[in-house]
């Protein structure tokens, strides 16, 4: 018997759990499983529910790791279409079954199949859901707005959050600072000009600043 201080799960910093589930990840993955909740616990070195914990939820926590969620449960429908859409934007056409599996998408394919009877059906519902709404993101002419007529909400949806945060390259506009590098770094998304100034919240008038640069801004608010 060794008589060994076990380490604290509170000593130990978000970064070390991310890596664990990114390397815990790529393990099973070689083996032809897939992360989670349940198959962490065969190969990671903390506990899954420290993490979920840690994290505000284990989905969360594979977000943070930039990770596919494998686990379909608890995904809302509207989570899965904001998903599909950014990976639909991202591509800038129809995205394929097999283009769920890999970033930006948050979720596989399968998740879709299981959740909609199949990816076509998924696909359908999609279109069905968002036939009305237009997203241009390279331009906002004039005929654009005219034809959106009513003015897009302030907050960002988080698919064009992501695109942003994406396109910036997860790094702050403002100092460069990127999360991968400092850790417990926030990035927001950030109105060039101004919501209250009638800035749109569109991705040409969005950036990517950490939480400090865009509180230093004075006029412009977070979001
Ligand atoms: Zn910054």
């Not at 429908?77 to 998408?105: H, T």
């Not at 390259?169 to 100034?197: M, Y």
């Amino acid at each position: 018997m060794k008589f060994e201080l076990r380490k604290f799960n509170r000593d130990i910093m978000d970064q070390e759990l991310l890596d664990d589930l990114a390397a815990a990840s790529r393990q099973l993955q070689s083996t032809g499983k897939k992360l989670t909740f349940r198959s962490y616990r065969e190969v990671g070195n903390y506990s899954s529910s420290t993490i979920a914990a840690r994290f505000g939820s284990w989905n969360n926590a594979l977000k943070k790791a930039g990770l596919i969620l494998n686990e379909e449960k608890d995904v809302s429908i509207d989570e899965l279409f904001d998903n599909l859409k950014l990976v639909w934007i991202a591509k800038g056409k129809q995205p394929v079954y097999r283009d769920m599996s890999c970033p930006p998408s948050k979720y596989a394919g399968s998740t879709y199949n299981s959740r909609f009877g199949g990816w076509r059906n998924a696909l359908k519902k999609f279109v069905t859901a968002f036939e009305h709404e237009s997203i241009n993101l390279t331009s906002s002419t004039r005929e654009n707005r005219k034809r959106i007529q009513k003015r897009a909400s302030r907050n960002p949806p988080l698919s064009l959050r992501f695109f942003v945060l994406k396109r910036d390259n997860f790094r702050c506009n403002g100092c460069g600072r990127s999360p991968a590098s400092t850790s417990g770094l926030e990035l927001e998304v950030d109105h060039i000009q101004p919501w209250s100034k009638g800035g749109d919240t569109v991705a040409t008038n969005l950036q990517t600043l950490c939480f400090d640069c865009n509180r230093g801004k004075g006029a412009s608010l977070p979001f």
